[in-house]
């Protein structure tokens, strides 16, 4: 069985960081694309960035030249650094990876930008 554990996060002020972490672990043979998605309250989730196994990046609009999306393939591990928050980036993140050949879900993290 293999999973994705997401850690960081919590509580920002605007204009502040947050720097999130997903782990994949259990009997991984192979790790396509990570990334990131977001859903706020009475939305749909939606992409945010993802990074594929040739180390390209995409980024939704709304977070390019804010957001960094990075990997570590020795930890099997991806990263989202969040930098100039704002209140709209307030959300539930969620991890994605394709493990296996699967697509998989980490099971989210609060994100809460607030003065």
């Known amino acids: 069985q293999v999973q994705l554990v997401e850690s960081g996060g919590g509580l920002a002020q605007p204009g502040g960081s947050l720097r999130l972490s997903c782990a994949a672990s259990?009997?991984?043979?192979?790790?396509?694309?990570m990334g990131w998605h977001r859903q706020a309250p009475g939305k749909e989730r939606e992409l945010v960035a993802v990074v594929g196994s040739g180390s390209g990046t995409k980024y939704a609009d709304s977070v390019k030249g804010r957001f960094t999306i990075s990997r570590d393939y020795a930890r099997d591990t991806v990263y989202l650094q969040m930098d100039s928050l704002k209140p709209e980036d307030t959300a539930v993140y969620y991890c994605?990876?394709?493990?296996?050949?699967?697509?998989?879900w980490g099971q989210g993290i609060q994100v809460t930008v607030s003065s």
């Open positions: 259990g009997k991984i043979f192979t790790i396509g694309d």
């Open positions: 994605s990876a394709v493990l296996n050949l699967r697509l998989s």
